[in-house]
């Protein structure tokens, strides 16, 4: 629909249009003016699945769903950039935690999906062991506290089928 300088496309009636405008001024001057439009659908919302949480070192692998004659750009922490519609981070680290976006552009028109990504340190501890009230007792200690003993849990296993889920243990 046209009216004045003003287009207002019809929904669902996509594909080129062109206009030619006539303008009439003072002293029998005129000017003309041909105009294309191309009027292209928004592309479908990227669905990006994959899992959220890696642990310090893991690989994250991005996966976004297939569409038509796309181009893929991914952005994210870290200077993370890539145009592969699956990239991947090798040996990953907590600069790569935060939330990355996959733009999707299809007939220079474009669609977006983000995703928040968490990179868990892995804990580093060490083991006290000593005699405590007469009994021999291990018990883990967080170095520089990398983690807190409340949202720890433990897997102690030994000798003679040994195996414990607390801490300390004698």
């Known amino acids: 629909n046209l009216n004045g300088n003003i287009w207002t496309p019809i929904s669902g009636l996509y594909g080129e249009f062109k206009f030619k ?66 990239p991947f981070i090798e040996n990953c680290t907590s600069l790569n935690s935060g939330d990355y976006t996959v733009k999707i552009i299809v007939d220079d028109c474009e669609s977006s999906s983000t995703i928040p990504i968490t990179i868990k340190s892995i804990p580093d501890f060490k083991i006290d062991a000593g005699c405590v009230f007469g009994s021999y007792q291990l018990s883990v200690k967080p170095n520089d506290n990398s983690f807190t003993l409340e949202n720890a849990t433990f897997s102690w296993t030994g000798p003679n089928l040994f195996s414990s889920a607390a801490n300390p243990v004698n």
């Open 21 to 86: 405008y006539h303008v009439n001024g003072f002293c029998y001057v005129f000017d003309e003016s041909f105009v294309t439009i191309n009027y292209y659908p928004n592309p479908a919302t990227p669905v990006i699945t994959m899992n959220q949480d890696y642990c310090t070192g893991e690989r994250i692998d991005f996966q976004v769903n297939t569409i038509p004659n796309a181009t893929y750009q991914w952005t994210g922490p870290n200077n993370f950039s890539s145009s592969i519609q699956n």
